[in-house]
Nanobody, 123 residues
Framework: HVQLVESGGGSVQAGGSLRLSCVVS????????MGWFRQAPGKEREGVAGIDREGSTSYAHTAKGRFIIFKENAKNSLYLQMNSLKPEDTGMYYCAATPWVCKDELSAPDFSYWGQGTQVTVS
């Protein structure tokens, strides 16, 4: 049984930082592809950042230069360091995983396993 549990969301002022964490069980973070997605009210879920089994990363253009995705395989955990936050970063952030390789673009239907989400609010 695969379980992904996010934490670290909260309310922050524009320009601030947050670090999201995702603890994974039933799936190893050194396999497949893992990613962070976000969903704002009334909008579709969009990919923010992805990381493959070797640690290669990819970012949405809105996240490049501000967000960093990384993982600690020893802790079977995934993280998203978010800096220089903007109000448009507000949304529910989800950790996701798939046993398949990462594709060039992050797409929610490609991911098999999801966390329950953690809310990020930037004002």
């Amino acid at each position: 049984h695969v379980q992904l549990v996010e934490s670290g969301g909260g309310s922050v002022q524009a320009g601030g930082s947050l670090r999201l964490s995702c603890v994974v069980s039933g799936f190893t973070t050194d396999s497949g592809c893992m990613g962070w997605f976000r969903q704002a009210p009334g909008k579709e879920r969009e990919g923010v950042a992805g990381i493959d089994r070797e640690g290669s990363t990819s970012y949405a253009h809105t996240a490049k230069g501000r967000f960093i995705i990384f993982k600690e395989n020893a802790k079977n955990s995934l993280y998203l360091q978010m800096n220089s936050l903007k109000p448009e970063d507000t949304g529910m952030y989800y950790c996701a995983a798939t046993p398949w390789v990462c594709k060039d673009e992050l797409s929610a239907p490609d991911f098999s396993y999801w966390g329950q989400g953690t809310q990020v609010t930037v004002s």
